[in-house]
């Protein structure tokens, strides 16, 4: 399929070919819940802690004796039954993290292309013209009507543009490396470089 570059200005700048077998999916909701939900379990700290028994700041004397009083037998006052006693099974330090297969997450990501593909979400552009500048970017940027957009360059990240970007709201620049299925969803405008898409193709492929 071929589908339009534009320059920053909007002017027109040929066209590339884009493959079937990535930006012609038909996109599967299930596969990308699996993978974004992989990623943001991933990326979760995992730090959450609570007290237990042994660890509250309580004496450990027996609070009054086994037999005799007519109430329940009790040890010390940090049981889990009192106020401001240890919490039982309470959450610990670790990992949410779990594993998918290296073939789902390549295909949760043709399936991202693909998906904003077909909502008419995806630019290619040229940004060989990139003077730089913040401020020129940003007219730019207001001009082509992007709000929240993710730009994924190739291996590299052309570094006059990615200075130029680095300030505007809404705006972020990826290599082709840092492209994943998360941060495609989130955004409403995907745009590609010529180099990306190359990228993108070679490591899909």
């Excluded at 884009?18 to 012609?24: A, H, N, S, W, Y």
């Excluded at 929240?148 to 505007?168: P, T």
Aim: a positive charge; zero cysteines.
């Amino acid at each position: 399929m071929k589908l339009d570059v534009i320059k920053l200005d909007g002017g027109k700048a040929g066209s590339v070919d884009l493959g079937e077998d990535i930006f012609g999916l038909e996109p599967r909701a299930d596969i990308l819940q699996r993978v974004v939900r992989w990623q943001r379990n991933k990326a979760q700290a995992g730090t959450h802690k609570v007290k237990t028994r042994s660890e509250v700041s309580y004496s450990t004397k027996k609070i009054y004796r086994q037999k005799g009083t007519g109430g329940a037998r009790h040890g010390a006052r940090s049981a889990p039954i009192f106020r401001k006693g240890g919490i039982y099974k309470g959450p610990t330090p670790r990992s949410h993290a779990h594993d998918l297969p290296k073939k789902v997450r390549a295909l949760g990501l043709k399936h991202a292309l693909s998906a904003k593909m077909a909502a008419g979400e995806l630019v290619i552009i040229d940004i060989a013209d990139s003077t730089g500048k913040t401020a020129a970017l940003a007219k730019q940027v207001r001009d082509l009507g992007w709000k929240r957009a993710l730009i994924i360059d190739g291996a590299e990240v052309n570094a006059e543009f990615a200075k130029a970007a680095r300030n505007i709201e809404g705006l972020d620049v990826l290599p082709s490396m840092g492209a994943n299925v998360y941060d495609i969803l989130k955004r409403d405008t995907l745009v590609l470089t010529k180099a990306g898409v190359e990228a993108l193709e070679a490591r899909l492929k």
